[in-house]
């Protein structure tokens, strides 16, 4: 053995150094912004998200309390999912349960960390965001996913 740190074996998904999000914490996923909009602003199936972008604004997204206490890292793969679709931006954030961020400006106000904007060009291309966070937290976390 070379002395690297493996992950734990047998302990629950929310114990593990890296897991994906069950899919209980996708459905309690609720939307922040309330655009007019004929279709589902957010749906969540296949094991993932599904933000629709507005022309009235910004789509954020929060998943509260889904982010571990003491993790130090998140990423996320966003795609755009319809062939006509044009360019979009996704961003990720996270925040302290009992705070709203506020999503008007580039960078979400409140925010403990933020990925910044990465533009999507083309449907059906995988993009990871990542966010690191500077101090673990003691508490789980709100993680908020927006696209404009």
């Not at 994906?20 to 279709?39: A, C, F, I, M, Y």
């Not at 679709?85 to 506020?102: D, I, N, Q, T, W």
């Not at 409140?110 to 059906?124: D, E, I, M, N, Q």
Request: without cysteine; glycine residues 6%.
């Amino acid at each position: 053995m070379n002395g690297a740190k493996h992950p734990r074996l047998n302990a629950p998904q929310q114990r593990q150094r890296t897991r994906q999000l069950t899919g209980d914490e996708l459905k309690r996923s609720t939307l922040v912004t309330n655009h007019p909009t004929e279709l589902p602003a957010l749906l969540v199936s296949d094991g993932g998200i599904f933000l629709r972008p507005s022309t009235h604004g910004l789509v954020v997204a929060a998943l509260n309390s889904t982010f571990p206490a003491f993790a130090r890292s998140v990423v996320a793969t966003v795609e755009i999912a319809h062939e006509e679709a044009s360019p979009f931006e996704f961003a990720m954030a996270l925040g302290r349960p009992e705070e709203k961020l506020v999503w008007k400006h580039d960078a979400p106000v409140g925010a403990l960390a933020f990925s910044g904007w990465t533009r999507v060009p083309r449907p059906f291309e995988f993009h990871d965001l990542k966010l690191s966070i500077r101090e673990v937290d003691r508490k789980w976390l709100t993680i908020y996913l927006a696209i404009r």
